[in-house]
């Protein structure tokens, strides 16, 4: 820090705070840490009794708190994002459409363990709203050394650590199995449940079939779906291990390749993900769907619709946080189910 005369701070930057006092009207920071003085601040920095003031000296080893948020922001923004514009050296990224928002975690580790620089994002591999806060930047100090900030560049590469997938138009078909919905012992309470999940997208139910138990014609139903243009077919029920449910059965006869049957999410154990040779995904969804508010389905479903492909390390990686704690009041996404 430097004592200046007022009327030689053009270009410099504040040390701290500037507040304004007019009686009955205001008190409030004119000019906040961190900014840089103009011409025109100087009568009113004058007119607020400040005729000397604290400020960093210049030096051309040294960013500006401003000039390295917006380096961390390049670091970050990527498509379908908005950026807010400096203010006390941060910066905040926004979501211009509804999507999947995903974040490579090991170089955001690898770039915020460097120190005196901070880039904080919401959980990825999350659905998000048009509007949305994605992520906030900033450096700590007012001032940081070019040679830090290079070297935050060369950790985080050349690809930007967040990236937000737009969920695509999807024709879905629903295969239903179980003998006891297929000859009217009970009602069928899994179509109304997907329906409903399904309409929270951009999607188009092509129909529902309803079939018993036999694997061979729930191959048939699901190929059915496939050859009308289905971008993805969800089948429900016949999912556990008992020798009527055939369902995983079938779905491997369609020819599609299993990522996964069983997930460490609870509800949603014994979910089944699979896709066919052209990349259409297959799910076998459990009975909890029908009844529990939120379970694995809710954790794949936006994945699936923004076609970013699920890996077996991706379904491994939901057990810490796989754990519904069925609250009172639901407020997933905002809260650590799939965290």
Same mark, same amino acid.
């Given at each position: 820090?430097?004592?200046?005369?007022?009327?030689?701070?053009?270009?410099?930057?504040?040390?701290?705070?500037?507040?304004?006092?007019?009686?009955?009207?205001?008190?409030?920071?004119?000019?906040?840490?961190?900014?840089?003085?103009?011409?025109?601040?100087?009568?009113?920095?004058?007119?607020?009794?400040?005729?000397?003031?604290?400020?960093?000296?210049?030096?051309?080893?040294?960013?500006?708190?401003?000039?390295?948020?917006?380096?961390?922001?390049?670091?970050?923004?990527?498509?379908?994002?908005?950026?807010?514009?400096?203010?006390?050296?941060?910066?905040?990224?926004?979501?211009?459409?509804?999507?999947?928002?995903?974040?490579?975690?090991?170089?955001?580790?690898?770039?915020?363990?460097?120190?005196?620089?901070?880039?904080?994002?919401? @959980?990825?591999?999350?659905?998000? !709203?048009? &509007?949305?806060?994605?992520? =906030?930047?900033? #450096?700590?100090?007012?001032? %940081? $050394?070019?040679?830090?900030?290079?070297?935050?560049?060369?950790?985080?590469?050349?690809?930007?650590?967040?990236?937000? @997938?737009?969920?695509?138009?999807? !024709?879905? &078909?629903?295969?239903?199995? =179980?003998?006891? #919905?297929?000859?009217?012992? %009970? $009602?069928?309470?899994?179509?109304?449940?997907?329906?409903?999940?399904?309409?929270?997208?951009?999607?188009?139910?092509?129909?529902?079939?309803?079939?018993?138990?036999?694997?061979?014609?729930?191959?048939?139903?699901?190929?059915?779906?496939?050859?009308?243009?289905?971008?993805?077919?969800?089948?429900?029920?016949?999912?556990?291990?008992?020798?009527?449910?055939?369902?995983?059965?079938?779905?491997?006869?369609?020819?599609?390749?299993?990522?996964?049957?069983?997930?460490?999410?609870?509800?949603?154990?014994?979910?089944?993900?699979?896709?066919?040779?052209?990349?259409?995904?297959?799910?076998?969804?459990?009975?909890?769907?029908?009844?529990?508010?939120?379970?694995?389905?809710?954790?794949?479903?936006?994945?699936?619709?923004?076609?970013?492909?699920?890996?077996?390390?991706?379904?491994?990686?939901?057990?810490?946080?796989?754990?519904?704690?069925?609250?009172?009041?639901?407020?997933?996404?905002?809260?650590?189910?799939?965290?």
């Amino acid at each position: 820090m430097r004592l200046i005369q007022t009327k030689d701070a053009v270009g410099h930057v504040l040390c701290h705070d500037m507040t304004q006092i007019i009686p009955g009207k205001v008190k409030d920071a004119v000019f906040r840490k961190g900014h840089i003085v103009t011409e025109e601040d100087i009568p009113v920095l004058l007119s607020i009794g400040k005729d000397r003031l604290y400020v960093w000296e210049k030096d051309e080893n040294m960013f500006h708190e401003d000039e390295a948020a917006e380096i961390l922001r390049d670091m970050c923004i990527n498509e379908y994002m908005s950026a807010s514009t400096p203010k006390e050296g941060k910066i905040e990224l926004t979501a211009d459409c509804d999507g999947l928002f995903t974040v490579d975690e090991a170089r955001l580790i690898a770039v915020n363990s460097l120190g005196e620089m901070m880039i904080a994002t919401r @959980h990825g591999n999350f659905p998000v !709203k048009k &509007g949305d806060k994605l992520a =906030g930047t900033r #450096v700590i100090p007012l001032v %940081i $050394e070019k040679e830090k900030m290079a070297k935050a560049q060369e950790v985080a590469g050349k690809e930007p650590l967040l990236a937000l @997938h737009p969920y695509r138009h999807k !024709k879905v &078909g629903i295969v239903t199995t =179980g003998n006891e #919905v297929f000859y009217g012992r %009970i $009602e069928d309470k899994f179509g109304p449940v997907i329906r409903q999940k399904l309409s929270e997208y951009d999607t188009e139910v092509l129909g529902q079939t309803i079939m018993n138990d036999n694997p061979d014609k729930i191959t048939a139903a699901i190929q059915e779906y496939l050859n009308q243009g289905a971008e993805l077919v969800v089948c429900t029920g016949g999912m556990s291990v008992d020798p009527d449910d055939t369902t995983p059965t079938a779905i491997q006869n369609t020819g599609a390749s299993i990522v996964s049957y069983g997930a460490p999410v609870l509800p949603g154990a014994m979910f089944l993900l699979a896709y066919t040779p052209e990349g259409i995904p297959i799910m076998g969804l459990p009975g909890c769907v029908m009844y529990a508010r939120r379970t694995i389905f809710d954790l794949i479903l936006p994945r699936v619709l923004a076609d970013v492909p699920v890996t077996p390390e991706d379904l491994a990686r939901l057990g810490m946080g796989g754990l519904c704690l069925n609250c009172g009041t639901c407020i997933w996404p905002n809260c650590g189910f799939g965290k």
